[in-house]
């Protein structure tokens, strides 16, 4: 089973001198950065209607587009896990992803993720570019994702994650008392020296912005709404360890637990032994591809993060 792929986007000044291959996986991160190096080198990917090798250059506002064909060929298998639906129509579903599932198997990860119970539930997904998978979540970030059901629902999405229309709202349980809300406008990119983090960067980073407002304040914790501008890798995560806020759980960019003193065996057990980082996305508003109409959705809050909260409020309360 096959689908024509038909993309376009144009490049931006920070793009400028950078690899096409790099470039082309950041205008269209919906597909593998080898699936795109292919499509270059077969000629379904052109620059301004011309071929060009991978490792070229661009220039800002060149117009990058794909036309290409994609079969079900991925070694992906269907299996039956079970899935979280929220919301299901002809164009795309909505799912509520627990913590602990990788969204794409990926090398040493091949089973267990969301996309082999995406198709065992929805085997037409296997036509789809990565199963119709659009955005990802982090494996212990619980929450909404979207994934599309045709490819012109796919492309769709795909342009309004690009343009920023896409409205994802996150409940975070910081580290620290954090005084008031704010923006964080910080670039991201892999770090300099372990190269599995990422980190805020100087230069060579993409763009990333968040915004945070207080949800719930304790003595020595706060519970933040957050809002993204951009979906970068880890974003929240590293946003929020920049600020010196880190998330409860992190254990990459949380460091050793923050455990205040005098705190409770109640306290200290619920901070040391929260397993995860404490993130749920639980808001996302999109334009619905057929309809055209603004959608959202909202997943409750999931029970290891309200049991934390329930101890923070009796043993961490602001005098």
Do not use: C
Not at 6 to 23: F, P
Not at 128 to 147: C, E, F, Y
């Amino acid at each position: 089973m096959t689908e024509e792929v038909r993309l376009s986007a144009t490049t931006r000044i920070g793009d400028a001198g950078q690899r096409l291959d790099v470039v082309a996986a950041k205008l269209f991160p919906a597909h593998s950065r080898a699936r795109l190096q292919g499509w270059i080198k077969s000629g379904e990917l052109r620059v301004d209607g011309d071929r060009r090798k991978p490792r070229d250059k661009v220039d800002a506002d060149v117009l990058l587009t794909i036309s290409a064909t994609v079969s079900d060929v991925d070694s992906w298998e269907a299996e039956a896990l079970p899935l979280d639906i929220v919301h299901d129509d002809s164009a795309l579903l909505v799912v509520n992803k627990p913590a602990g599932v990788v969204v794409h198997p990926a090398a040493g990860n091949r089973s267990g993720t969301l996309l082999n119970a995406l198709l065992h539930h929805y085997p037409d997904q296997a036509a789809l570019p990565r199963a119709g998978i659009v955005h990802r979540l982090d494996k212990d970030t619980s929450g909404l994702m979207v994934v599309a059901k045709t490819l012109s629902a796919h492309t769709h999405l795909v342009t309004q994650l690009q343009a920023r229309s896409v409205h994802r709202e996150y409940l975070a349980i910081v580290n620290g008392y954090v005084t008031g809300g704010g923006r964080v406008e910080a670039d991201i990119g892999r770090h300099p020296v372990q190269r599995k983090r990422m980190a805020v960067v100087e230069r060579g980073g993409k763009e990333a912005v968040s915004h945070y407002r207080i949800e719930h304040r304790f003595a020595h914790h706060t519970g933040l709404r957050i809002e993204l501008e951009t979906g970068r890798t880890h974003q929240i995560r590293v946003h929020m360890a920049h600020i010196k806020h880190p998330l409860v759980g992190d254990p990459v960019y949380g460091g050793r637990p923050r455990i205040p003193a005098g705190a409770t065996p109640e306290l200290i057990d619920a901070v040391r032994g929260f397993p995860r980082q404490a993130l749920h996305a639980r808001r996302l508003d999109l334009i619905h591809p057929d309809t055209a109409l603004d959608i959202s959705w909202h997943a409750p809050v999931p029970q290891d993060l309200q049991a934390l909260l329930k101890v923070l409020s009796e043993e961490d309360a602001v005098a």
